[in-house]
């Protein structure tokens, strides 16, 4: 069983940067790709991005590309989500996620550990 908390969530300005991070407990993290996902208000949860097990493989949706990097250090169970240019679309829950598959899965269905969410809010 694995645990995800996010944090680093927070207020910040459009055109503004936050960085996100994951820490995994309770399994072997690099058993395991890393997805992002977010959620808005009243949208349904929607990927942002994937690492490889070993961090070689990055996927992105195409609204982030060129903003947002994941990144991974398997020592010491951490994924993270640096975000830059950020706009008030960006603005939601977003959630980091663990699959054991090697797909490079985009479908939320596919991740079976999921964090808690954290707070993402640009303003204009």
């Known amino acids: 069983q694995v645990q995800l908390v996010e944090s680093g969530g927070g207020l910040v300005q459009a055109g503004g940067s936050l960085r996100l991070s994951c820490i995994a407990s309770g399994g072997t993290f690099s058993r395991y790709a890393m997805g992002w996902f977010r959620q808005a208000p009243g949208k349904e949860r929607e990927f942002v991005g994937r690492?490889?097990?070993?961090?070689?493989?990055?996927y992105y949706r195409d609204s982030v590309k060129g903003r947002f990097t994941i990144s991974r250090n398997n020592a010491i169970a951490l994924v993270s989500l640096q975000m830059n240019s950020l706009q008030p679309e960006d603005t939601a829950v977003y959630y980091c996620?663990?699959?054991?598959?090697?797909?490079?899965?985009?479908?939320?269905?596919?991740?079976?550990?999921w964090g808690q969410g954290t707070q993402v809010t640009v303003s204009s």
């Open positions: 690492v490889s097990r070993t961090g070689n493989k990055l």
């Open positions: 996620a663990a699959d054991e598959g090697v797909s490079g899965s985009r479908s939320l269905n596919d991740y079976e550990y």
